[in-house]
């Protein structure tokens, strides 16, 4: 058994059934029926068999999947789930991003200006919704830091 080469890779074709090439420690290219090259990495966790998936080639290459692959076992080293951790990762991912300045600052404005007074409540709405919004408003919150 080989380590496969990007020129393997690219030249892989499938024949009629599903098919894997194996690059080593679980690592493998899986050929569809239908053309696609999907990254698979078989392992065990807790005792069941489980695939992670890597990512299509092209748009994750050979050296990106071993990579992946290299992160999984230091995951599983770790005693985590590689398909867990993953899961996390997206949702965190997904958190972050839908955190924009006005989401922030709606949350913050309902949870410190309840008990403060309606003129008060007014004109620091006024001031986010006029001057803050339109220039910050749609601006992921991390990316934002002092002039």
Not at 21 to 29: Q, S
Request: hydrophobic residues 35%.
């Amino acid at each position: 058994m080989h380590k496969l080469t990007v020129a393997d890779v690219k030249a892989a074709k499938t024949t009629g059934a599903p098919r894997k090439l194996v690059d080593g420690g679980g690592l493998y290219l899986l050929l569809s029926a239908r053309g696609s090259k999907y990254w698979r990495y078989d392992h065990r966790f807790a005792g069941k068999r489980k695939t992670l998936a890597l990512g299509v080639f092209p748009e994750v290459s050979l050296a990106e999947a071993r990579k992946s692959h290299f992160l999984a076992r230091e995951s599983l080293r770790e005693g985590a789930d590689p398909g867990e951790t993953k899961k996390i990762q997206k949702k965190n991912r997904g958190i972050a991003e839908s955190d924009t300045f006005e989401s922030v600052a709606r949350e913050w404005f309902e949870q410190k200006m309840a008990d403060k007074s309606d003129s008060y409540r007014a004109r620091t709405w006024r001031i986010l919704r006029k001057d803050l919004f339109p220039t910050l408003g749609k601006q992921n919150i991390a990316r934002i830091t002092p002039p």
